[in-house]
């Protein structure tokens, strides 16, 4: 380099390289040195920057131009006066008119790309202008991060200028992006307080301009606002936005007879949730979105588009996040938007809608609500009209599983209109056929029967033994049903549950009569020894614990129990049956026959040996033997230990014997010592019962300390 070259300062430098020969890298050069020299403040920054917004008009090819003028953004960031007093350097406001000067002058540019002439045609053209919208965006970016740019500046300095750029153009591509763009990099609260001019400009735009994206982003933005800052209620209500973002909406509608439906309802969508995010306590504003959606398209008949169709399921589920739905269903709009779908769709907003209810616990207080939500749901509960046969699979059980639980969503003050808003969904539960009844109905007994608690605890049986006798006979009847569909245990405890009901009110005829229909089920549908051994649990159980019963038909009740745990193929399952059955006979202070007791103990030790019998005969294990015996002991400590005098220690100990030393066989030939860990723990029962251990005294079976 010439050594004279070497002594220049900054601002020779700067006018050397304006002599440069071709334009473009001429201007790459101005940018860079005059961004050097602002930077050493060997230079005034204001005038340098005009002169660099000026100068760089020299460069007219629109790709070439766009990107000299990004070159000079990108230098100059940071190194644009922020500040509002006025100094050396300028201030903000010169700073906002280099940037804005620069934005106009690269949007100019952009939209010459699209008449320009180019090999590809106007396609071509649309899609390089679209790789290179980023570049213009840039100012855009530059004028949102100047911290001294406050809410009236940006609406006298910066704001009218954009609006006015953006509206000029005409085009329809810089229309969209840059309105966009500028909701997108500018502060939230400053479009709030901006609204007027926003929606005048939306106005403005090119009838082919897609205003859904731009007032959708607008509405999402304000309402994100809102849901981040719930004290700044009272800032949207002084801005009345809401209705001016209503009206806006409303305008574009009919100035736009030609709005494709998913335009128009994807409006409403973002409208709704701008309502539910600002007004989360007042469902008025929300009712409204929906009545202005409703009267847009309530009567255009069914909807068919699938994305419109997607977002009207948006519009009608998004409510229901925040409000009740039994007062969203109240609305007539709300059925007038549904009424536009067709049946998959109404399905898919009723699942929704359940879903919410479901999560939200949400109550139904009245007959006239319940009605309303059943025929609301009434996709899941009967199905599409043209509908052959149901697909039974795990979605569909998850789905009516669901529609079952709808009845324990019912509270009403009154117990009489409780059983009305039962007996109404009982009603819509029956038009949805057999499959779906199978689900649905086993919830309506237990619906009543909660009724029925009801009524014991506030004391109003007596008072209403009328309308109890009535409940009483719509539990016999759906609990029926549910026997004729079910051929699974679910229908014997809607009857045993009934059976506990009717005796705790004393109504024992119906008690005996639930447990007859429990009996009887169990012989004709329960074909495996699983259903079998699980619903004689249950049955015993609840018949221990019925007691207002005549003994005469306990009694027979009782022995029916007996008879099935001799009917079991299987000699172990006999066994545990067996001992369970004596619970039957002893129950402290209620019943106390230990001869029956003992009798179904020692069936059960008899079962048990017969299974140890057999494995000796066939050299094979073909029962837990240990563990049945170690079962059947800890029966007997407990009724002895319960006072059931008829159980000797004497047998008990015999017992013990036994389970001991099949205990010793099982460990020596397998190992475990499972069994032997649960004879342990039941033997510490016994401690000071039976007596210790001595040289010439019991065998070693007997329990020690």
Known sequence: MDPQRRSLTLPEVYELVQQAGHIVPRMYLICLVGCVLIKSKAGSTKSILTELVEMTRGVQHPVRGLFVRSYLAQQSKDKLPDHVESGEDGSVEDAISFVIQNFTEMNKLWVRMQHQSMSGGPGRNEAERKQLRDLVGKNLVLLSQLESVDLPMYQKCILPKLLEQIINCKDDIAQQYLMDCMIQVFPDEFHLHSLDALLEACAQLSPTVNLRLIMSGLMNRLAEFASEDATGLEEFESVDAFNKLSASVSNILSSRQDLPVLDGVSLYVSLVKFAVNVYPEDVAYAKAVLDSAAAAYGGRGKITDRKAVSQVQVLLSTPLEQYEAVVLLSFTSYEQLLGCLEFPAKHTVAISTLKQMLKKNSKIANAQDVERVMTFLNPLIVGEEEEDEVALDED????????????????????????????????????????????????????????????????????????????FRF????????????????????????????????????????????????????????????????????????????????DRLAKKVVSYSSNFLRKQDQCRAHYRCAHLFWKVGH???????????????????????????????????????????????????????AVTLEAIQGVLDAASEEVAKEESSSGSGDVGAYLESTKQQLEGLLPRPTNNGPSAATVSP
């Open 396 to 471: 569909f059980s998850e789905e009516q599983t669901m529609v079952s639980a709808i009845v324990h969503l019912i509270e009403c003050p009154d117990p009489g209109e409780q059983f009305q808003c039962i007996t109404i969904v009982r009603d819509h539960f029956q038009q949805g056929g057999i499959d779906r009844m199978k689900v649905t109905f086993p919830s309506l007994v237990f619906a009543g029967l909660k009724l029925v608690s009801t009524l014991q605890n506030t004391g109003e049986v007596e008072r209403e033994g009328k309308q109890l006798k009535t409940l």
């Open 475 to 554: 539990l016999y009847e759906t609990a029926a049903t549910v026997g004729h569909l079910s051929t699974t245990n679910t229908a014997i405890n809607c009857f045993l549950s009934c059976a506990k009901a009717a005796d705790d009110c004393k109504e024992t005829d119906l008690c005996y009569e639930f447990y007859t229909e429990a009996f009887m089920h169990y012989e004709e549908h329960l074909g495996t020894t699983k259903k079998q051994n699980d619903a004689l649990q249950v049955i015993i159980g609840t018949l221990r614990d019925s007691g207002n019963m005549s003994k005469e038909d306990w």
């Open 591 to 645: 019943r106390e026959e230990g001869e029956q007791a003992l009798h179904c103990l020692e069936r059960a030790l008899k079962a048990a040996r017969a299974v140890e019998q057999l494995s000796r005969v066939t050299n094979q294990k073909v029962g837990p033997v240990a563990l049945l015996y170690v079962e059947v002991l800890d029966a007997h400590i407990y009724h002895h230990l319960e006072g059931n005098r």
